[in-house]
């Protein structure tokens, strides 16, 4: 065996779990379970000698294996059973580094000061993976990948050992990034630098009015967009192809792990397509996000602007460009009393049907920004660490009725605040709802939830739920039900497991 793999494997032992919680934590990634805890990750990255890097959100190395995964096919960000993989290869590209380059970490590299740094590394890093199947330690890298993705479905393979490869090759430039290390194996993952494209015309076809008014009256139908892809085609604009495929890539054979229709296409076929989508966007994406680039992070499926992060003052503002947009989904942070009044002027947006709108210190006295029409049209809604404990703010959520699926997770929630939401109107039609981290709930929400007819979707975790209320909702054959907590049975707990192995993909 190759001395440098021999030495990464002996490694391996060094990221076994220190405590329970930490093996608890590990086994629920590999199981891919959405809400995992972190505590082995942070435990890994300090064992295999990476720098402290800031971990507000989550640590650097989920974000490697988020990104890792993304890169390699964006339709499988939530086939969570990669992340594992994903995870180990990091961890292993930052060894396998340390062994070609003599420089061993022990926690004193460099480490990001800003997320803006390490989102701006792991763009170009988690890429790399292409370049290091193709450098001088393939056939080792072979190896560890051939390893971490042997468990993965055959029907996921192609687009899993692309991701671990993207993996292990933003391992390795961790560790040259954190210690400065020089190798031929690390200069060959560099990005070759390109010549900067020529500045796109200000306007190269005019605004389709009726066009786009038929996209936002039909979001989820690909018959509108084709329709404006190929005006924009014959009026010389390139948005036209983007449009064309993206809407292509909607629709990929992977996409069936999700419930997605297939296509046939083959990871060949995937792969040009993204390169050719990543030109496009490389070359026109400033010029077609004139007027929205007022957020964090936004995402393109299909040929628009499908989903963005940013502050509510922002969005606020730019509502009336993204009303011309066929947006998804949101999450809107920073919210402060002072923009009520903005907010209850803003209409609601024509496609926007999930919003997440945690975090932002709703209170009871706040709490009537909900009723305000903007949120009248969602469909999904999430309020997650807000403070809930008086129902009237509950009550607040009466004019959102077409709600379906809700998160008041760790917004204490007490038993009135329960009986106000099972008297909301939309109470009767939710199919997911998540009350999870809400100490004060007991079995009382048994009977309460009697009245939620549609409901397969539930999220009980860590309440001062028993066995007792555990077989009753197991009675109800929900399609997903979670009930962990300090009071129930290990028996309970091995019969939730068999009847509920995996965690269905549902994202707040």
């Given at each position: 065996m190759d001395p440098i793999l021999a030495g990464i494997i002996a490694l391996r032992p060094l990221r076994e779990p220190a405590t329970a919680s930490g093996r608890a934590a590990r086994q629920a990634l590999a199981s891919g379970d959405h809400d995992t805890p972190f505590e082995w990750v942070l435990e890994a990255q300090q064992a295999m000698g990476w720098a402290s890097h800031p971990s507000d959100f989550m640590p650097l190395a989920v974000a490697v294996s988020n990104r890792a995964i993304n890169e390699a096919n964006d339709e499988l960000t939530w086939f969570r059973l990669l992340r594992l993989p994903c995870?180990?290869?990091?961890?292993?590209?930052?060894?396998?580094?340390?062994?070609?380059?003599?420089?061993?970490?022990?926690?004193?590299?460099?480490?990001?000061?800003?997320?803006?740094?390490?989102?701006?590394?792991?763009?170009?890093?988690?890429?790399?993976?292409?370049?290091?199947?193709?450098?001088?330690?393939?056939?080792?890298?072979?190896?560890?990948?051939?390893?971490?993705?042997?468990?993965?479905?055959?029907?996921?393979?192609?687009?899993?050992?692309?991701?671990?490869?993207?993996?292990?090759?933003?391992?390795?430039?961790?560790?040259?990034?954190?210690?400065?290390?020089?190798?031929?194996?690390?200069?060959?993952?560099?990005?070759?630098?390109?010549?900067?494209?020529?500045?796109?015309?200000?306007?190269?076809?005019?605004?389709?009015?009726?066009?786009?008014?038929?996209?936002?009256?039909?979001?989820?139908?690909?018959?509108?967009?084709?329709?404006?892809?190929?005006?924009?085609?014959?009026?010389?604009?390139?948005?036209?192809?983007?449009?064309?495929?993206?809407?292509?890539?909607?629709?990929?054979?992977?996409?069936?792990?999700?419930?997605?229709?297939?296509?046939?296409?083959?990871?060949?076929?995937?792969?040009?397509?993204?390169?050719?989508?990543?030109?496009?966007?490389?070359?026109?994406?400033?010029?077609?996000l004139e007027g929205l680039r007022f957020f964090r992070e936004w995402q393109w499926h299909r040929g628009f602007i499908n989903s963005i992060t940013g502050k509510a003052a922002d969005f606020l503002q730019g509502a009336a460009p993204l009303s011309r947009v066929p947006l998804e989904a949101a999450e809107l942070t920073g919210y402060v009393p002072g923009l009520r009044a903005a907010m209850a002027a803003t209409q609601p947006h024509p496609t926007l049907r999930a919003l997440d709108f945690s975090l932002n210190r709703i209170t009871a006295k706040t709490a009537g920004v909900l009723s305000s029409p903007f949120f009248s049209l969602l469909r999904q809604l999430s309020v997650r660490g807000n403070d809930f404990s008086d129902p009237a703010s509950i009550r607040s959520l009466a004019t959102v009725t077409r709600l379906e699926r809700l998160s008041l997770s760790a917004t204490d929630l007490g038993p009135a605040g329960l009986e106000a939401l099972a008297a909301a109107p939309f109470f009767p039609q939710l199919t997911h709802l998540v009350l999870g981290m809400n100490v004060r709930l007991d079995a009382s929400v048994v009977e309460l939830l009697a009245g939620a007819r549609k409901l397969e979707w539930l999220d009980l975790s860590r309440l001062n739920l028993d066995d007792r209320a555990a077989e009753a909702l197991l009675a109800r054959n929900f399609r997903y039900l979670d009930v962990s907590g300090p009071r129930i049975s290990k028996r309970m707990q091995a019969e939730l497991a068999r009847r509920y192995p995996e965690r269905p993909s549902f994202a707040f």
């Open positions: 995870l180990e290869a990091a961890f292993e590209g930052y060894a396998l580094a340390a062994a070609l380059t003599g420089l061993e970490g022990k926690n004193a590299g460099k480490a990001f000061t800003r997320a803006a740094d390490s989102s701006k590394f792991l763009k170009t890093a988690a890429r790399a993976g292409e370049k290091l199947k193709q450098g001088p330690v393939a056939a080792l890298g072979s190896e560890l990948v051939a390893h971490w993705t042997q468990g993965v479905p055959e029907a996921a393979q192609e687009d899993a050992r692309a991701a671990v490869w993207n993996a292990l090759a933003a391992g390795m430039l961790l560790h040259q990034y954190e210690h400065g290390s020089k190798h031929p194996a690390l200069a060959a993952l560099k990005a070759e630098k390109r010549a900067k494209a020529a500045p796109a015309p200000a306007q190269i076809a005019p605004e389709a009015p009726k066009l786009i008014d038929a996209i936002l009256g039909a979001p989820a139908d690909d018959g509108p967009r084709l329709v404006y892809a190929d005006w924009l085609t014959q009026h010389g604009d390139p948005r036209g192809e983007f449009i064309q495929l993206q809407c292509t890539l909607g629709r990929t054979i992977f996409g069936s792990l999700h419930g997605v229709s297939k296509t046939g296409k083959r990871p060949a076929e995937v792969k040009a397509l993204k390169l050719r989508e990543l030109e496009l966007l490389e070359k026109h994406e400033r010029q077609w």
